[in-house]
């Protein structure tokens, strides 16, 4: 990214927490960087040194994780690692994460309402800021529902701000979008990432809360412990029906139309060029010269498995987070392009060189035959024959010599499968079950080999330094056009219409044949020889949600999908192994927790909120959420 600077002085805004008491004076005259200007007179001047800081500022939101991920089917924690409140939904309104979330996000509007509030009219500046404020909205209603609808800058100490129907927010969302979207005085798609919406990262962002409106206001059907995966039908296709039309306008109106190779989309030096990136949050290495952890994120690191320590095997630092579940490993299908380009099959030894060897190897050895791997993954739907002779023909590079590691191979299956070869051929193996898999430091049998689990090489930034954390730069994707694909086919699936064309061109880029009709998918979870759920029943809705999930993969967006597509509590029940296969886990007073605590800091802040909580958690009394018309709202 080509980071934005600012001015110091916006920095201070909003510093401590949203909707608290705020004085008006935040510059003051003597204050060399304002110029001896007022708020006022320096914002209303310069209202985009607060859109940069609101920028900044969203980093916070989007770089998280657990929030987004954990709780669903396809990620589990390792190396002896707790569930965590999230997995095993013993969240409540003081887990600090949740908190962040919030808090964050409400952040970032404030910013956005403080550009659009001094740009005196329908500015650039101030549709920028309008698609960032619903961007975060979205984020905060798809997690907590109902919530405050803040729609001007605070500078007051007005602390009363009720939660909002969620229709009244959704409807605010999208008639605020529409008349940026028709005045638009954004380009109308990016030709190179700048970090910046667009006309079509409105349309796109107009799908995606349409399609949210139409599952939470017009259909009946309840997430829990009984939804067999039937699609129930919508008591209106008003919201369905926008989403599909707002998804096209997203398709038809950028850069490209046609999904490219799914590896090329997602190489670091074509983050900035690639046309099927609708908008990025975005990190440049440059800006931030001679430092190692700071202006970067940690996402490289989140989503896999540990290999020991960084400065002893060159690896990178897999938190042991989030890693790939048992249904997951089985989720891709044979020969789908997007395993080799979601996964580091290939991870390489080092003997003491950061960079062109161990981890990052892959992306930046002049030759990769010269190296020993560190572990070679090979995906479910190999045969340990086909291991073994992978083993053989590669026999050099799986010997240790002068290398840090003992190389060895790892086949992920029902049972996990580990084998080396030594410098006369000789094979062993070791087999484990996937918990054991998920929660051993290393492997006796093996002569002490390292475990860790696949790592998701999506944000590796291969000029990372040797650190541990906070050293990743690669920008952050939160709208791209296969999403578009996916959010209309799940629109025309609500529809009644034709939803398999979108679905076929998402699997046709990747490599997959075609399917005439939902019921031709073969879930390999579900279907396979050896698949571990060969109990559920799946249905065209778990087709959806797998094409999602492949395309999508730890993108931060799978709770978000199963809480929509009220399949949240079907999922944990049938695949999160931290809730033993019992939805009681995901209960409270009788009320499934199918959204996120209100946090009590939020509470402490906010009058409106004092007796207002979600269900599934406990509340100290009774609010109401404000469902009549605001004039100021309109």
Known sequence: MKIFRYFTIAAVLVAGAVMTSCSSDFLEAEDKSSGGKSDDSFFSSSPESMLYTAYASLKDVVSTVDIYVQGTDLYVNNNNKLAGAFNDYSLDAKTTDVENFYLNNYIVINYANGVIGYSNGNTQYAQEARFVRAYCYYLLTQQFGSVPLVTEYIKTSNTNYPPIALKRIYSFLTNDLEAVYNDCKLSDYNTKAVGRPSKQAVAALLAKIYLAAGWDCDVDAVDDANNNGELPTPTSTENFTKAQEWATKAIEGGATSALGDFEALWKQENEDTNGEIIFSVQYDRANYPGTVSTGGHSLQNNFGGYYGSTTAYYIKNGGSNNSQSLKSMYLFEENDARYGTTFMTDVYNSTGTWGTEGYYAYYNASDLSSLAFN???????????????????????????????????????????????????????????????????????????????????????????????????????????????????????????????????????????????????????????????????????????????????????????????????????????????????????????????IPQKAKELNDALRNYQNPGYPSTGSAEIETETDATLE
């Open 375 to 597: 572990t070679k993954f090979f995906p479910w739907y190999s045969s340990e024959d086909e291991v073994d002779t992978y083993l053989r023909e590669h026999k050099a590079q799986f010997q240790k010599g002068s290398y840090k590691a003992q190389p060895f191979a790892t086949l992920l299956q029902s049972t996990v499968v580990l084998k080396t070869i030594d410098a006369s051929g000789n094979i062993k193996t070791a087999k484990m079950t996937p918990d054991a898999y998920d929660n051993t430091a290393s492997n006796t049998e093996l002569g002490g080999v390292t475990l860790g689990s696949i790592n998701v090489r999506k944000f590796d930034d291969k000029n990372s330094e040797m650190v541990d954390r906070n050293n990743d730069y690669r920008d952050i994707v939160l709208l791209q056009l296969s999403d578009m694909y996916l959010v209309r086919a799940e629109a025309n699936m609500m529809l009644g219409g034709d939803y398999m064309s979108d679905i076929n061109t998402v699997r046709s880029r990747a490599g997959l044949s075609a399917l005439g009709s939902a019921s031709e998918y073969q879930a390999p979870y579900a279907t396979a020889d050896n698949a571990p759920y060969s109990s559920f029943t799946v249905k065209p809705i778990d087709l959806l949600l797998d094409e999602r999930a492949r395309e999508l993969y730890a993108q931060n967006m799978r709770w978000t999908d199963l809480r929509r597509t009220k399949q949240l509590v079907r999922y944990n029940v049938a695949f999160n192994k931290y809730i033993n296969g019992s939805a009681s886990a995901m209960m409270y007073n009788g009320a499934y927790k199918v959204l996120r605590p």
